[in-house]
């Protein structure tokens, strides 16, 4: 009989919460190593919770990369913040992430009135340290003490991947023991459809800058493959707003449209390992984000969380 004691497999599911763009989505895609979420340098990129999945020999850790907490303008707004608020109750750690160029200040303070009440252990992310001088990284580290009892605090860059190893050791330490949820091979929940929209309406992002805000959704009306071509045929409808952005996001002589697909069709031919055909259309929906029916639609299902 072999008395050796089996290695214990840990498991759970962390959150990673904090203020828009402090880089949540660009340290969930270095975990994973692959693009399962969008990154942007314009805030508020992230509306649905995306779950990454990082298998080790003897852990499994599921992320949720939350959509930035911020104070809600409109439905889509509200239902944003629900999405972030609801995964404190729900997830075995929680990673308050914040950006070390930027300091402590009305944003923090609005997030850290929400962990009043949380009980799951709470670990505060600096990151973005290779954008400060190294001196300055101890005063905001003692900023943070003052606010709240954090039960471990990391500096790290994601961009980098500074500290991001000695992260993950902390976490393992910190989750119960636990099945596997997910096949090994797995990283992510999501179903292709998620992932295919996400990097177009990345793409469209990118390339519009300023000239569109957040009113911009992506659908995907097919994905199917050509029976005689070892292709993916993807069509793809980009919802705006108003008819001001149908036009920035189509262009001249419909240059952006075609600069958008072109881009996005590399990243998704990269994820589905086949030749894509993408097809884009751009339709105006006005003031969908105000809509339950039309974000129930464009995939923001309020029941889900």
């Not at 080790?56 to 939350?66: P, R, S, V």
């Not at 930027?102 to 252990?121: D, H």
């Not at 990151?127 to 001196?135: G, L």
């Amino acid at each position: 009989m072999n008395n050796q004691k089996q290695q214990e497999h840990k498991s759970g599911f962390i959150s990673i919460i904090g203020r828009p763009n402090v880089g949540k989505s660009t340290f969930l895609n270095r975990v994973i190593g692959q693009k399962i979420a969008i990154m942007s340098d314009k805030p508020q990129t992230t509306r649905n919770k995306v779950q990454g999945v990082l298998t080790t020999d003897d852990a499994q850790l599921i992320f949720i990369d939350t959509p930035g907490i911020h104070k809600p303008k409109h439905k889509l707004g509200d239902f944003m913040m629900k999405v972030a608020q609801n995964t404190l109750k729900e997830v075995d750690i929680v990673l308050f992430m914040v950006n070390a160029e930027e300091g402590y200040g009305r944003g923090e303070e609005f997030i850290i009135e929400k962990f009043s009440n949380v009980k799951t252990p709470i670990f505060l992310v600096i990151n973005k340290i290779d954008q400060i001088h190294p001196d300055d990284l101890l005063k905001i580290i003692e900023s943070y003490k003052e606010k709240h009892e954090f039960a471990e605090i990391i500096p790290i860059s994601a961009l980098e991947g500074n500290n991001v190893e000695t992260l993950l050791e902390l976490v393992k330490k910190y989750l119960p023991e636990g099945p596997q949820y997910y096949p090994a091979d797995q990283v992510t929940d999501h179903p292709e459809h998620f992932i295919v929209s996400e990097l177009i309406r990345e793409k469209a992002l990118h390339l519009t800058r300023e000239e569109i805000p957040h009113s911009l959704a992506v659908v995907i009306d097919r994905m199917i493959k050509m029976d005689d071509k070892d292709v993916i045929h993807v069509m793809a409808t980009v919802i705006v707003e108003r008819d001001s952005q149908k036009g920035i996001v189509i262009g001249k002589q419909g240059a952006m449209l075609k600069e958008i697909g072109k881009r996005a069709r590399i990243d998704i031919e990269n994820l589905l390992g086949s030749k894509v055909f993408l097809e884009l259309w751009v339709k105006v929906q006005k003031d969908w984000r105000n809509k339950m029916s039309q974000l129930r639609d464009f995939g923001f299902r309020e029941d889900e969380y």
